[in-house]
């Protein structure tokens, strides 16, 4: 498993995001507009200010209702995967075609509540599932258990020789993580941000793995 750092509790701390990009494999970046969750983000230029000793690859999770307008925003930070919301659209295979008319991966989110079957069309035609373990819109909330999702999306992944990968995100601390490690990426960021020392939290999330 690899880990996603999420600076959402820290995005006005140029230094701390660094940090953070040190001590993880991808970075995660939330980008929410006010209307698909109850608030926004920073301006997406204002995150990308602040972003800009970022190395690690980019994981762009998109929590917006106009979802090409922020794709064409977001893409120029060379993302590695860009994720949008089931729950956003109704049209989301043109979202997917025109996320890889961009050269970019493409990622498709679940809401606690939204069943896996209504993903199941398109599966094959993307390279992410981010299934999300607490309800759009802020960070610290307390882990929903989604396990099910997980195992249904694994299994569904080997019976059809799929080729995506599984995020979760939300509430992930070297307690929960347990529960979720058989996904690929974890997305996790208040127990990072939240203390001095974010190599020793990330130590404690690899360790956790191996109980």
Known sequence: MKISGSFLTIQDDENKITKLNEVTDYMHFDVMDG??????????????????????PKDIHLMVIDI???VDE????????????????ENPEEIIDYIKSKNVKVGMA??????????????????????????????????IDITDKI??????RLQNNLKYIIEVDGGINDETIKKVKDVDLA???????????????????RRSLHE
């Open 151 to 156: 195992k249904e999306l694994k299994n569904y």
């Open 35 to 56: 209307h698909f969750t109850a608030r926004p983000t920073l301006p997406f230029s204002e995150i990308i200010q602040k972003t800009d000793k970022v190395t690690n």
């Open 187 to 205: 997305v996790v960021g208040s127990y990072i941000t939240n203390h001095e020392d974010f190599a020793k939290q990330v130590a404690k999330l």
């Open 68 to 70: 090409k307008k922020y």
């Open 110 to 143: 679940l809401n606690p509540e939204t069943e896996v079957k209504t993903i199941c069309p398109y599966l094959n035609k993307i390279d992410l599932v981010l299934v999300m373990s607490v309800h759009p819109g802020a960070g610290g909330q307390k882990f």
């Open 74 to 89: 977001v893409v120029k930070t060379s993302p590695e995967y860009i994720t949008f919301h089931i729950e956003a659209t």
